[in-house]
Structure formats: structure tokens, C-alpha cells
């Protein structure tokens, strides 16, 4: 593994940081160690013991902790799992030593105003200098505030995504008592606007969810049309970008249809990104941006208990959630100072590196018999679905199954996905029948799965020699 820089950079960092605090008595004075309630000698031999229990303890933590697919490595290369950066880690680690809560700015002064500045950037990638918006502890929270706020603009009107869009926003318009209807998604998994046409006329939609970057295929709804749609029709925009959101910044490397969607994402009503998905950030960081300040109104409430230090705006004034995760806020304040959100820098070159080795992925499953890539078109992100070439789908599907474990064995780690058979299959050769196929899926979400895409190709291809025998 390669060296980790992690422990030597927050050491320095945490040596500054209590600096920080320097005029405060030392809590050792005396001999005394409050945290144990014991003082002089008795407190070292404690200390000591305390410090040699805790090591154990993590021993037995990292031992339990090797039982986990190898996340951080390329040779992951299955769910949306990417590993936090270094900066991220070590500005989250050295946030515990304050462990702020950013509900209001008397519990995480620094931390909040770290928040508004790194929410700034998030949305600068949109175009947007007015805006209200903040960090949430998931994308389905972010997704909860902005439908939240869609059935408050237009009571009992619906809500419309597409059959692609995450599971949980039919969940979430179940939680807030809004009716969901699901639109079917073409070839691409894209939404179809046909069909999206067919519920607009029905004249009750209050809000569309657009996925910039669907779960399973990292489709991207053609949200230029849908905006389109808006103006004959009348309706909110909802942007689901929790995983797709920062490829804005590289708009121009994706493929027209994608452009033409991610160039149009400033118009939407509300945004959702995830950095804790493509922005490098560990869990627990989600986002939520809406177009206009005004919806701040629906957020008001009083609060005894908080909101005393400062007569600026507290950031649980505007939010749903209470207490939340100073640190998290201020890892991702440290990864944008490193890696700031511009088209053309690192933070958007390693996006690219994803993108083409997607794309290599699927140039070379289209050039091998064993394998049937979308029939549609190239992938649109950086997420590759794909078939096992068989005489009918439910061979194909016990095919992709027995191909996704032989990998494992093999160090490299897929996903599966179940989609519609008919959409796989080169043009010339017999696509498969109607019906549900199990496919093998890959998320090539970091920078290293292009230079290791040589490796995964060889895995890939040895896997299913193990099942298919060639
Ligand atoms: C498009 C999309 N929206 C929402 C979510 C939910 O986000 P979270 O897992 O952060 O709650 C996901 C998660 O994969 C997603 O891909």
C-alpha cells in the first residue's frame, strides 16, 4: 500500500490547532487528568493502561474492518464508492478535535461560515450567485428538503421522475403524503418525453425530477427538452445530480444529448449534488441548492435553545435537519481549497480520467463476442451496464452472476443491475427477447480506473473464461 500521509499532516495540523486554543489552562495541570477523574501518579499508570487498552480495541476495529470489499482500491470497481481524499480525511480527523455541529453558529462558528463558502462553490459549477442552500447529511436528504419544498409551492399536485430516478423519491412523496407517478426511461435509461407529455396533459404536475446521472447507468435526462416542457406546461424542475452534478465541469467531454442536459441545469428550480458521491468527501455530505432565496420562508421556525451568538443567519434556520456534521462541512472547505471546482483542474481532470476509462471499458466489450454492450449508444458518465452474450436471458443472467463472483475471486469487484434484455445487443446480431436480464455493472468513478483499465480488462476477461470456458 503506498505510504499515507494522512497521520504526519494532521499531526502538524492538530499541533497548530491547539495553538489555537494556547491561553487556555492545560487540562494536565496539576497531574490531574480530568478526563479520567484521577490525579498525579496513579492518573500516568491510568493513562498508560487507557492508552494501551484503546490500542487493542483498535486492533480488533481494523481486523473487523478487512472484512469489506477493497473500496479505495481500482480494482474496486463496482458501486458508487470513492474513496475520501487524503485532505478530506485528515481536515474531517482534524475537525473531531472540535467536533462542531453546524445547526447553529454558536455550536460550529467556523465550520458554518467553511459551509456557506464551499456551498458557494457547489453552486458557482451552476451558474448561480443568489441562491439558498446548504449541506444535508445524504442525497436523500437533500432530495427531501427539495420535494419538501416542491409540495409546499404546489400543494397536492404530483410529482413526476422517471422509472430510472432513485428509488427515494417515490419514498420520500410516500413520507410527505405526494402523489409519484414514474415515467418510463428509453433505451439509455433516459426519461422519455413522450411519455412525460402524457402526464403533463393530465394537468396536475407540480414538480419533475430530473436525473442528471441515474443510479444504475449514470443516464442523464434530457433536461433541456424537459425545461422545454416547462414553459408550455407550467411545473417545477427539480435536478437530481447527487451523483452527475460535477460533471458540469466537464460538460464539454460528454456526448452532445449529455452537454446539451448539464449546459441547461442553471434554469432548474432545485439542485441536489452529493459530495460525498464524485466530490471526494467521506459520507454523511449531501447538498441541497434552490434557484430562489425566497423558499427560505418555508424554513422559519424559532428556536429557544439556539440561534443566541450571532445575528447572522444560523444555518438550522435554514435547513430540516438539526444537528449536523461541522466536520463535514470542513473537509469539503479543504478539499475545494486544494481541488477547486473549475473546469480544466485537477478535481475536473480526474472526472475525465473516469469518463474515458469508461469509455475504453465499452469499446472493448463492443469488440468481444462474450459480451453485449447497450445496443444505444455509449455510456453517458461514467458507468458501464453490459450482457453476457447467451442463447436466451435467463442463461445470460446465470452467465453475469457466475461471471460477477469469478471476478471477485479474482480481485476485481463488479456490480450487477437488472434491466430490460431488449436493450443490450450489437446491431446485425439477435438482440435478446422482452424480460428482465441480470447484467454486469461497473461505476469507473476514480482517476486510477483508467490507467487500470489494462487489469480490469484482463480480470474481466479471465472471470469469464473461468464460467464460459474461453
Ligand atoms: C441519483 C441518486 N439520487 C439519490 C441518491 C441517494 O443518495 P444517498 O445515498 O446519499 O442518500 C443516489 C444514491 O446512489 C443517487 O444515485
Given at each position: 500500500m503506498p505510504h499515507d500521509c494522512v497521520p504526519e499532516l494532521l499531526a502538524r495540523a492538530t499541533e497548530a490547532l491547539e495553538e489555537e486554543f494556547g491561553a487556555l489552562p492545560d487540562t494536565h495541570a496539576n497531574g490531574e487528568n480530568p478526563s479520567l477523574g484521577i490525579a498525579g501518579d496513579e492518573a500516568e499508570l491510568d493513562e498508560d493502561a487507557s492508552a494501551e487498552a484503546m490500542a487493542a480495541v483498535l486492533e480488533a476495529t481494523a481486523h473487523r474492518l478487512g472484512d469489506n470489499y477493497p473500496y479505495f482500491h481500482p480494482l474496486y470497481a463496482g458501486q458508487m464508492l470513492k474513496p475520501p481524499h487524503p485532505v478530506a480525511r485528515a481536515a474531517y480527523a482534524l475537525a473531531m478535535k472540535i467536533n462542531p455541529n453546524n445547526h447553529a453558529r454558536d455550536g460550529g462558528r467556523a465550520s458554518s461560515a467553511m459551509e456557506v463558502e464551499a456551498v458557494r462553490e457547489i453552486a458557482g459549477i451552476f451558474g448561480w450567485t443568489e441562491f439558498l442552500g446548504h449541506l444535508t447529511s445524504s442525497g436523500t436528504f437533500a432530495n427531501l428538503e427539495a420535494l419538501w419544498m416542491a409540495g409546499q409551492l404546489a400543494p397536492g399536485r404530483r410529482i413526476v421522475g422517471s422509472e430510472h430516478a432513485h428509488y427515494t423519491h417515490q419514498r420520500i412523496s410516500g413520507v410527505l403524503k405526494l402523489e409519484f407517478a414514474s415515467v418510463a426511461a428509453d433505451e439509455r435509461g433516459r426519461m422519455r418525453l413522450e411519455a412525460l407529455e402524457e402526464e403533463l396533459r393530465k394537468g396536475d404536475v407540480g414538480t419533475v425530477v430530473a436525473t442528471l446521472g441515474t443510479t444504475a447507468m449514470g443516464a442523464v435526462d434530457p433536461l433541456d427538452e424537459i425545461l422545454k416542457l416547462k414553459e408550455r406546461y407550467g411545473f417545477r424542475v427539480h435536478v437530481d445530480a447527487a451523483y452527475g452534478g460535477y460533471f458540469r465541469l466537464i460538460a464539454d467531454a460528454l456526448d452532445e444529448p449529455a452537454r446539451r442536459a448539464f449546459s441547461a441545469i442553471g434554469q432548474a428550480d432545485s439542485i441536489i449534488v452529493d459530495p460525498h458521491k464524485h466530490g471526494?468527501?467521506?459520507?454523511?455530505c449531501g447538498c441541497v441548492l434552490f434557484r430562489e432565496l425566497a423558499v427560505g420562508r418555508f424554513y422559519k421556525h424559532d428556536s429557544p435553545y439556539t440561534y443566541f451568538t450571532s445575528k447572522e443567519l444560523h444555518l438550522g434556520e435554514i435547513s430540516l435537519e438539526c444537528s449536523r456534521a461541522g466536520a463535514a462541512a470542513v473537509a469539503l472547505w479543504a478539499t475545494q481549497r486544494l481541488l477547486p471546482l473549475k473546469p480544466g483542474g485537477e478535481f475536473a481532470r480526474g472526472l475525465a480520467k473516469g469518463r474515458r476509462a469508461a469509455l475504453e471499458l465499452d469499446r472493448r466489450l463492443r469488440g468481444d463476442g462474450r459480451f453485449e454492450a447497450l445496443?444505444?449508444?455509449?455510456?453517458?458518465?461514467?458507468i458501464v451496464v453490459w450482457a453476457l452474450q447467451a442463447a436466451d436471458l435467463r442463461k445470460a443472467s446465470e452467465q453475469a452472476r457466475r461471471v460477477f463472483d469469478a471476478c471477485a475471486r479474482r480481485g476485481l469487484h463488479l456490480a450487477l443491475v437488472q434491466l430490460p434484455g431488449s436493450w443490450f445487443g450489437t446491431p446485425g446480431r439477435v438482440k435478446h427477447e422482452r424480460g428482465g436480464a441480470t447484467c454486469l455493472r461497473s461505476v469507473l468513478m476514480k482517476p486510477e480506473h483508467e490507467a487500470w483499465m489494462g487489469e480490469i480488462w484482463n480480470r474481466l476477461g479471465a472471470g469469464c473464461g473461468d464460467v464460459v470456458g474461453v
Open positions: 471526494l468527501q467521506p459520507y454523511g445496443a444505444a449508444g455509449s455510456p453517458e458518465l461514467d
